[in-house]
Every structure is written in structure tokens, then in C-alpha cells.
């Protein structure tokens, strides 16, 4: 390795590690404030400027646009710090980072280009109209010298608050990614979110009524139609589910750390312990010593596939199809494991901290139910049989916006 190869690869590892720090310090603020702020439920405009005042929008552009050239593993490791201190939050910065990555795969060079300029320059966030479950199709159809797209889903991120939005359409009858300034006539944000979980992401339902779209905002040269997705394409879903993987385990990490901080502080030992304090307690010691060891070993498994996704990108388009299904498949075995831990973290730290930790005031449900309602919308068992059929038959899993 070169000596300027060597000076750049540490340059960006200090720029990750101060990216990290201003994670960990936006997580801390977040934190402090999860439990009143998941109550009021607001619209997250606040948290956005928290993150976009921190230069975490735009670490995975180019130094020389603005960004600190960080890699998509390097992002969705930010993503899990965000995790520790809100899971929403962590939600649309996890979205935003693999939504500003479809470009790279699907568009031009000069789109991807001009659009890498734009976040790192302009520090944009981004929404997403792109979960391809629910209400109607998103069609997009020709319309003079451009095109308009029409039609509803049920379910959307950030939609009303980005600055920029990759939606996915049908257009003749074959996918393709269209990537809008926010604020569009004829998109309408539906304002119907009302779950037990991620109240603070922006979802819900948006529509689209006759809205203009340029030929320059869909991604790809011409012919729209006709094309055969790349396996280096169809990593679009593997940057999905690397960022649900480090939120949840990230929640997770968040949330122990939490637990562990009130039960030093207020938690009593059982009557029958023998002990003053309950630090001290066996049941208590043993509980936290099984959660640490499947924490740590989940976070060491999302670790893992965050380098196969890379590993992959870095690969680029001469892909083959068995070197994506090996890096999905590594993302796959992180998703099932963190899911399982997450949620069984998220219920069991009351067992450490005492029936008074259920007290409303605290809010340390909001782990549980942020995680029990993002898990189910992509249910964790298919990704399970997935690995297993990859594991026992070598059959890839067939791409679709889901794996």
C-alpha cells in the first residue's frame, strides 16, 4: 500500500471517528428528551435539524462536496449510535442513508453526480415513498414532454419533512426509481400515522394527484423499460435491511445501557435475596450477563454484514449473482438474530429494573414498542427461511423491494 493510499484510508477513519462522536452526542440529546417526545408525538422537524446541524446528513458524500466520503457500512454504524438514544430518529437517518444510495445503482453518473453534490453541499434530507405494499400502485405515465405520477401507499418515511424524496413507480408495467424535490404539487402527505411504535418517523400514508416529473428525476438512461436488473442493482434491498438491522440492535444497546443506569440508581433487591443492593442481586446479575452476552453477540453479527454489503458495493457492477446472495444472506442471519434479541432485551429489562420502572413517566416501553411495531412490517421469519434455503439448497433469494 502506497504511502498516499495509507494517508487517505486514516484520514477517513478520523473523519468516521468524529462522525461518531457527533452520533453519540445527538444520541445523548435525544436520550435525555425520548420519553416526552414519544408522548407528544409530533412531526420530527426538530430531530432532523438536530441531525442536519450535527453534519450527519451528508457523511457518505465526497469530502469535496461537503461530505466526509464515508462508506455505507461506515453510515449504518451512525445509524446505530442514533438507535441508543431514539429508535425513531434512528428510523429516518437508517432510510435516508440508503435512499441517497440508489443514484449510485440505478442512476447515470451525472445524476448520481449532481445529486451527491446536492447533499453534500446542501446537507439535504431525505424521504421515501417506496415500501411497495398498500394502497394503490404509483403509476407514472407520459404526459406531454414529461411524465405524472399517480397513485397512494399506505406507508411512507419522512415523507412530509424531506427536502428530497426517492419514490419507486410502475412505468409500463416495470419498476423504476424516481427521485423528487420534496414539496411537489400534487404530493399530499396523509398525516395518519397513529401506531404504538415509531410515533416520531414521519410515516403514514401520502398520495399523488397528477404530479410533474421531468425525465432528469428518473433514474437511468433510456429505455425506461426492457432492462434486466444487475445483481450489483438488486443490492438496493441489502442497504434497506442493513439499516433496520443496526437500528434494532442499536435500540437495543440504547435500552440496556438505560436499564442498567436506573438499577444502579433506584432499583431495589427482592426481599428474599439476602443482599442490601440490588447490584448485588444474583437473578439481577445473571439477567443482565445473559442480555449483555446476546447484545454483544448480535452487534458482532450486524458487524459482519455490514462489511459483505460493502464488500459487495465495492465489488461494483461486475457482481455476480452468488456474491450478492452471499452478501443478503449475511444481512439476512444479522436481521433474524437482532430482531430475536432486540425485542426479548426490550421486554426483559423490566426483570432488572423492578416493577417501578413500568411507571408511565419513564417511557421505557417505547424500546419495546418501537421495535414490535417496525419488526412485524417485514416479518423476520421469511428472512429465516431464506437463510435456510440458501444454507441446505444454495437458492438465492429473488430479488424484490422486501430481499
Excluded: C
Excluded at 42 to 67: C, I, K, N
Excluded at 187 to 211: C, H, K, M, Y
Amino acid at each position: 500500500m502506497s504511502i498516499a493510499t495509507t494517508a487517505k484510508k486514516t484520514d477517513r477513519e478520523e473523519r468516521f471517528a468524529a462522525a461518531l462522536e457527533r452520533a453519540d452526542l445527538v444520541a445523548a440529546e435525544l436520550r435525555a428528551t425520548a420519553a416526552e417526545r414519544d408522548r407528544a408525538g409530533r412531526t420530527p422537524r426538530a430531530e432532523v435539524e438536530l441531525l442536519r446541524s450535527h453534519d450527519l446528513l451528508q457523511v457518505q458524500e465526497p469530502v469535496e462536496y461537503g461530505g466526509d466520503g464515508l462508506s455505507y457500512a461506515q453510515a449504518a454504524q451512525i445509524t446505530r449510535r442514533i438507535a441508543r438514544g431514539d429508535t425513531s430518529i434512528a428510523h429516518l437517518i437508517g432510510y435516508h442513508y440508503a435512499q441517497t444510495r440508489i443514484a449510485p445503482l440505478f442512476g447515470t453518473p451525472e445524476q448520481a453526480d449532481a445529486l451527491s453534490r446536492r447533499n453534500g453541499e446542501e446537507k439535504l434530507f431525505w424521504g421515501g415513498v417506496q415500501n411497495p405494499r398498500g394502497g394503490s400502485d404509483l403509476v407514472l405515465t407520459r404526459d406531454g414532454d414529461g411524465f405524472r405520477l399517480d397513485g397512494r401507499r399506505s406507508f411512507a418515511s419522512g415523507a412530509s419533512l424531506g427536502d428530497h424524496l426517492s419514490v419507486t413507480a410502475s412505468y409500463e408495467g416495470e419498476l423504476v426509481f424516481v427521485s423528487l424535490p420534496g414539496g411537489r404539487e400534487g404530493f399530499r402527505a396523509l398525516g395518519d400515522w397513529d401506531n404504538i411504535g415509531q410515533r416520531l418517523t414521519d410515516s403514514g400514508g401520502v398520495e399523488f394527484d397528477g404530479a410533474r416529473v421531468e425525465r432528469s428525476e428518473i433514474l437511468g438512461p433510456d429505455p425506461l423499460t426492457g432492462r434486466t436488473l444487475t445483481p450489483y442493482q438488486t443490492l438496493v434491498t441489502p442497504h434497506w435491511q442493513l439499516a433496520f438491522v443496526n437500528f434494532y440492535i442499536g435500540t437495543a444497546e440504547g435500552a440496556f445501557e438505560e436499564a442498567l443506569d436506573w438499577t444502579r440508581l433506584h432499583a431495589a433487591p427482592w426481599e428474599t435475596s439476602g443482599v442490601d443492593a440490588a447490584t448485588d442481586d444474583l437473578y439481577i446479575l445473571q439477567t443482565v450477563g445473559e442480555l449483555r452476552s446476546e447484545i454483544r453477540a448480535a452487534a458482532l453479527l450486524a458487524d459482519r454484514a455490514g462489511d459483505a454489503l460493502q464488500t459487495a458495493l465495492d465489488t461494483g457492477p461486475s457482481l455476480t449473482e452468488e456474491q450478492r446472495a452471499e452478501a443478503a444472506i449475511a444481512i439476512y442471519e444479522a436481521k433474524y438474530l437482532t430482531t430475536k434479541v432486540a425485542l426479548a432485551a426490550a421486554s426483559r429489562l423490566f426483570e432488572i429494573q423492578g416493577a417501578r420502572a413500568t411507571t408511565s413517566a419513564y417511557g421505557f416501553d417505547r424500546h419495546w414498542r418501537n421495535l414490535r411495531t417496525h419488526t412485524v412490517h417485514d416479518p423476520v421469519a421469511y428472512k429465516a427461511r431464506e437463510v435456510g434455503d440458501w444454507a441446505l439448497n444454495r437458492r438465492a433469494p429473488q430479488f424484490s423491494l422486501y430481499r
